[in-house]
């Protein structure tokens, strides 16, 4: 025996409403944590488009940053010697402005022009 029964006579409780609101917050929430949390894109190494580098490529590679290495220590060089040779010449200059002939001041500040003084033929960086 079969009992058919309209659409329109069936009724949903006030229990059965609230049911099914919380089952859809419960999978809108679901689904916009997949969507902000799994990022398949920042997991996927794939393959480098960078090109394998040689032995022969390695070694120019890292001749060439011992090279940087020492121009930037010869810079900092430079830079401290010439810090010093105007200390040198500064205090010169004031002992010679008070009208005091102080010879170890000279001394210093030549010292420091021979030490601070490029090579001829050569170039500053």
Sequence with gaps: MMTRVEVEEIETTT????????LTVFLLIG???VYFHIDVER??????????LSAADRAAIDRRDDAEFELQRAR??????????VDRREAYRTALDEGRRDAALARGYRAGQAVSAWPAGS???
Excluded at 15 to 22: F, H, I
Excluded at 43 to 52: C, K, L, W
Excluded at 76 to 85: F, P
């Design 76 to 85: 900092d060089v430079r830079s401290t010697r010439r810090r010093t040779l």
């Design 15 to 22: 229990s059965e409403k609230l049911l099914a609101t919380v």
């Design 43 to 52: 997991d996927y190494d794939g393959p480098s488009n960078e090109p394998a």
């Design 123 to 125: 170039r500053s960086c």
């Design 31 to 33: 689904l916009l944590w």
